[in-house]
């Protein structure tokens, strides 16, 4: 999409949201959503993103209506690393149902699933935001600060190690 190998992401806030507002007096955190993007086969921009309902696709524009805060992400990557992102994303894709996971758990099984392929079986078939960034990307992005930490007992990737872990390309933030 921009002429080098890689993937693009975003990172998104709605400051009206209550979970948002809590989860920055917890965590500090500065962004609240995140998911990839494309471009459709009409050429149109799209996200690929998890929201409380389960998976979605939708228009950029649509999204943008919808935040407060939003900053276009470049994953670099090499020819066959982005390739293989978009082979797991049509891999989660291919889930029945993809739900949304409240607990915020990086699921190993759905992780080795989406890295190998093969039917999913017993794989549980739960995301968060950017946990589906997680998954389609952890090891295929060429930047060490694209990683997972630690809050308390649990393995996460939030939203803002999205934003540090790739390059910024775009960024709008409103006072």
């Known amino acids: ?25 917890l965590t500090g955190c500065r962004w609240g959503h995140a998911g990839l993007v494309y471009i459709d086969n009409e050429g ?42 978009w082979k797991r994303v049509r891999r989660l894709k291919s889930l029945p149902k993809l739900a ?3 607990t915020l ?32 990307a952890h090891d295929l992005v060429l930047d060490p600060d694209f990683r997972t930490h630690w809050f308390g007992d649990r393995e996460i990737f939030e939203p803002d190690d999205v934003y540090v872990g790739g390059r910024v390309l775009f960024e709008e933030r409103n006072p």
């Open 1 to 25: 999409m921009i002429g080098l190998p890689g993937i693009l992401a975003f990172v998104s806030t709605d400051r009206q949201i209550l979970n948002w507002k809590l989860n920055r007096l």
């Open 105 to 136: 758990r990086i699921q190993s099984d759905l992780l080795k699933w989406v890295e190998k392929g093969g039917f999913p079986g017993r794989v549980s078939t739960k995301a968060y935001c950017s946990g589906l960034v997680y998954l389609v």
């Open 100 to 102: 949304y996971d409240f």
């Open 44 to 85: 149109e921009l799209c996200t690929m993103e998890m929201i409380n309902s389960g998976f979605l696709d939708q228009s950029l524009l649509d999204l943008l209506r919808e935040v407060d805060d939003f900053a276009l992400i470049y994953l670099p990557m090499t020819d066959k690393g982005e390739e293989e992102a």
